[in-house]
């Protein structure tokens, strides 16, 4: 499912039109981003979670050269599903 077909699915489940879904999912996706960027953590009841979470630097290798090379740490998404999502997938 792409963003265009979630648009239509909410459309469709909320009887409003496709304009309407897409800002309503924008300000969506717009709030969780802004609210992880300041660190905080967006719980979705029945979905999951989504932190946001510190890589530690590493190494690794090019794999054109075999070279070993420095990754340096970084902020990364991480989500976990919530027990609502994990039965129906089950």
Do not use: H, Y
């Not at 979705?44 to 420095?70: D, H, I």
């Amino acid at each position: 499912m792409n963003k265009n077909d979630l648009v239509e699915s909410i459309a469709s489940a909320a009887q409003i039109s496709k304009v309407a879904a897409e800002k309503g999912l924008n300000g969506l996706l717009s709030s969780m981003a802004e609210a992880m960027e300041e660190g905080e953590r967006v719980t979705l009841v029945g979905l999951g979670s989504f932190s946001v979470v510190k890589r530690a630097p590493r190494l690794g290798r090019n794999p054109k050269t075999g070279e070993v090379v420095q990754i340096p740490s970084r902020k990364v998404v991480k989500f976990r599903p919530g027990k609502k999502l994990l039965e129906k997938v089950q």
